[in-house]
């Protein structure tokens, strides 16, 4: 199983990019996705996790600004970040824990996609 996120670049303060991470492979059913991000100096965090629409989770910092969706048919979650701080620049992350064939769970990493915001 592979997480391939795309997305990130380079936007001023007060706009907007929105994060990709599909999953491939051979696997029964995801369970959550989400996102999170590392900055310079600082340990990795939570931005956002999915199970389903109506069971979303955000961290405080983006909540209002941030949403996260999925599409189950493509294995693919998404982040919507709108109103963008220089505080969000960081490398983002996908996450996803997956049900694979043996029926045991597995947690796998994209590769990370840099988001920077000038201010």
């Known amino acids: 199983v592979q997480l391939q996120a795309s997305g990130g670049g380079l936007v001023q303060a007060g706009g907007s990019l929105r994060l990709s991470c599909a999953a491939s492979?051979?696997?029964?059913?995801?369970?959550?996705m989400g996102w999170y991000r590392q900055a310079p100096g600082k340990q990795r965090e939570l931005v956002a996790s999915i199970i389903s629409s109506d069971r979303v989770n955000y961290a405080d910092s983006v909540k209002g600004r941030f949403t996260i969706s999925r599409d189950n048919a493509k294995n693919t979650v998404y982040l919507q970040m709108n109103s963008l701080k220089p505080e969000d620049t960081a490398v983002y992350y996908c996450?996803?824990?997956?049900?694979?064939?043996?029926?045991?769970?597995?947690?796998?990493w994209g590769q990370g996609t840099l988001v920077t915001v000038s201010s």
């Open positions: 492979g051979t696997m029964l059913s995801i369970n959550n």
């Open positions: 996450n996803a824990v997956i049900r694979r064939w043996d029926r045991n769970l597995y947690e796998y």
